[in-house]
């Protein structure tokens, strides 16, 4: 399976943005496949902070975007979105979109896109 990623951008603080990232491929079943954001801040490890899993309800995410982001799913479109509420400077890296198969696998990975929250 193939990611890319969208809607990245500069916002100020406070502001928001909807990431997006669409899943293609030769042969798969996009229901199949856990999805989760991460993000790399600069001079940073890459940081899981929001999951889907195949059903669509079940999400989670790590404590600093809780209340904040919102990751879900469209698996009519073959998409994820999360989006972000609330930026502060803190959010700014570049983020990643991932597909995993419930039933494990090598996951993939997109190229990324940048968030930059300044003033």
């Known amino acids: 399976v193939q990611l890319v990623e969208s809607g990245g951008g500069l916002v100020q603080p406070g502001g928001s943005l909807r990431l997006s990232c669409a899943a293609s491929?030769?042969?798969?079943?996009?229901?199949?496949?856990?999805l989760s954001w991460y993000r790399q801040a600069a001079g940073k490890g890459r940081e899981l902070i929001a999951h889907?899993?195949?059903?669509?309800?079940?999400?989670n995410y790590e404590d600093s975007v809780k209340g904040r982001f919102t990751i879900s799913r469209d698996n009519t479109k073959n998409m994820v979105y999360l989006q972000m509420n609330s930026l502060n400077p803190e959010d700014t890296a570049v983020y990643y979109c991932n597909a995993v198969l419930l039933m494990g696998g090598v996951p993939a990975w997109g190229q990324g896109t940048q968030v930059t929250v300044s003033s």
């Open positions: 889907i899993g195949t059903a669509e309800d079940a999400t």
């Open positions: 491929g030769s042969t798969f079943t996009f229901s199949n496949y856990v």
